[in-house]
């Protein structure tokens, strides 16, 4: 027996573990990472942080460093069925979107849902011209940071030498026409 026969042995038993993993999971419009741990690749999903995706794994009954992909299929379609029904499952004070403004509702938003709640809340602000809409249009900070020292976008305040060398260029062109 040679040496090179464990290592082909353990080499074909690797390629048929990798075969056995699903390279990505769909939640929702979302495409996780199936080769990371559960608690990392439900961390990618917009509106899902790290206390979320623990308390996710851990009402799944799924070890929360296990690699997504190599999960069952109905281990997986659990943890799917808790990420869409997360509302439901956590107090209200640990959803996302509280007391809606036509609505009264308390939601969870995750994915394209999120961003599209977020853009009509300060739609809605901006058109009622609120504090924090006026905020918001003008660029500025909304929610009382200093502003006297950050928050600066109107660029360096100084020398622009690219400025200055392009300058140079045009006379040193216009000397040499003459």
Request: proline share 1%; charged share 35%; hydrophobic share 30%.
């Amino acid at each position: 027996m040679s040496a090179e026969d464990p290592d082909a042995d353990e080499s074909e038993a690797s390629e048929e573990e990798e075969e056995d993993i699903r390279y990505f999971v769909r939640i929702g419009q979302t495409d996780l990472d199936g080769t990371k741990s559960v608690e990392r690749s439900l961390t990618e999903m917009n509106g899902i942080g790290h206390r979320a995706a623990r308390l996710i794994a851990e009402k799944a009954g799924v070890d929360r460093r296990a690699v997504f992909g190599k999960l069952d299929d109905d281990v997986i379609d659990s943890v799917v069925e808790l990420v869409e029904g997360y509302a439901d499952e956590v107090p209200d004070w640990m959803n996302n979107h509280q007391n809606d403004y036509f609505s009264g509702s308390t939601t969870h938003e995750i994915g394209n849902e999120l961003e599209m709640t977020r853009r009509q809340d300060i739609n809605r602000m901006k058109m009622i011209d609120s504090y924090k809409g006026t905020r918001h249009e003008r660029g500025q900070k909304v929610r009382g940071q200093r502003t006297k020292s950050t928050g600066r976008t109107e660029g360096t305040i100084g020398v622009n030498v690219e400025a200055i060398k392009e300058e140079q260029a045009a006379e040193e062109a216009a000397g040499e026409d003459e």
